[in-house]
């Protein structure tokens, strides 16, 4: 994804809504998520959501002006 030049990473957890859908093969522990998270900076992402519950459009707006001051930082524009 970084060769593609891909910023910001969101990593989230399938959580079962009802018994009648898919169930959860494991619960992955916040601890994980944040090495996740820890991985992903050190690989060069601007910006990494990855907790339980992350979805990519939940604060989508606030997420990308975050986004956009992170590459204006790394580009010497902020």
């Known amino acids: 994804m970084r060769a593609a030049d891909i910023d910001f ?8 809504p009802t018994p ?3 169930r959860v ?6 601890d994980e998520f944040a090495a996740y ?4 900076y050190g690989k060069g992402f ?3 959501s990855a907790t339980p ?9 606030d997420d990308f002006a975050q ?3 992170a ?4 580009l010497g524009l902020a």
């Open 71 to 74: 590459r204006n930082k790394k």
């Open 53 to 61: 519950l992350t979805r990519s459009s939940y604060h989508a707006g």
């Open 9 to 16: 990473l969101t990593i989230g957890q399938y959580l079962q």
């Open 46 to 48: 601007l910006m990494v």
């Open 67 to 69: 986004l956009r001051a």
């Open 37 to 40: 998270e820890t991985a992903a």
């Open 20 to 22: 009648k859908h898919h």
């Open 25 to 30: 093969d494991r619960f992955v522990h916040p």
